[in-house]
C-alpha cells in the first residue's frame, strides 16, 4: 500500500495530541502494548498498529473499522509501555475525534443513554428484582434516588457529550436482560 504523508495525516496527530494523546510520537513500535492487551488476539482491535497508523495520519482506516471502540479501557498497554507513549490515552483521544465525526457504535449510544436516564452503563432492574425475591438488603446505587440522576444530567447536559452521544430525552430502555447472576 502507498502511503502519501500530507497536511490531513498531521490533521489526525495534532488533534489526538490535543485530546489527550500527547505522548504518541514516544512510540517506536516495540509491540508489548499489543502482547498485552486482553482484545488483541480476539479482535480488530490492534493497539500498536493503531498508534502506528496515528503517526502516519490514517484516519479512515481507524475509523472506519470501529475497533477502536472495543478497546476496554483496562490500562494494561499504558503500563507495560517502555516509552511511556500512553497508549490508552491514544484510544480516548481516537473515541473523541471519531465522535465529532458522527462515529459512534450504536452499543456506545445506548451505554450513553443508560447512563444518562438510570445512572447505570447496563439495566438492573432484573438484578434488583433477584434480590427482593431472597430478601437481600436495597441496593444503593447511582440509579436509587432521582435526586443522583439529575446530578448526572447536569454533568451531561454541561457538556458536548449530549449532542455527541445522541441522548434523547424521551429514550426507554431496550432490554433488560445484561446481568451477571443469570
Ligand atoms: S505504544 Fe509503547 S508498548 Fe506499544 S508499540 Fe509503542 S512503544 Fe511499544
Ligand atoms: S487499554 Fe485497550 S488497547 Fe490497552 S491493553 Fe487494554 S484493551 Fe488493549
Request: proline share 3%.
Given at each position: 500500500?502507498?502511503?502519501i504523508l500530507n497536511?490531513?495525516n ?173
Amino acid at each position: 500500500m502507498k502511503i502519501i504523508l500530507n497536511n490531513n495525516n498531521k490533521e489526525l496527530v495534532n488533534k489526538v495530541m490535543e485530546y489527550g494523546g500527547k505522548r504518541v510520537y514516544e512510540c517506536f513500535q516495540c509491540g508489548m502494548c499489543a502482547s498485552g492487551c486482553p482484545v488483541a488476539s480476539d479482535t480488530e482491535h490492534k493497539i500498536k498498529r493503531t498508534m502506528h497508523q496515528v503517526t502516519l495520519g490514517l484516519e479512515e482506516q481507524i475509523m472506519d473499522k470501529k475497533a477502536i471502540w472495543l478497546c476496554t479501557t483496562c490500562f494494561m498497554c499504558l503500563e507495560r509501555c517502555p516509552q511511556n507513549a500512553e497508549p490508552t490515552e491514544v484510544v480516548f483521544a481516537l473515541r473523541r475525534v471519531s465522535a465529532e465525526n458522527g462515529i459512534i457504535p450504536e452499543a456506545q449510544i445506548e451505554v450513553a443513554n443508560n447512563i444518562y436516564h438510570l445512572g447505570h452503563a447496563v439495566t438492573v432492574e432484573k438484578g434488583i428484582k433477584l434480590r427482593n425475591k431472597v430478601n437481600a438488603p436495597l441496593l444503593k446505587t447511582a440509579g436509587s434516588d432521582k435526586k443522583y440522576i439529575d446530578e448526572i444530567q447536569k454533568l451531561i447536559d454541561s457538556t458536548h457529550s449530549y449532542s455527541l452521544l445522541r441522548i434523547e430525552k424521551d429514550w426507554k430502555p431496550k432490554r433488560d436482560d445484561v446481568i451477571g447472576c443469570d
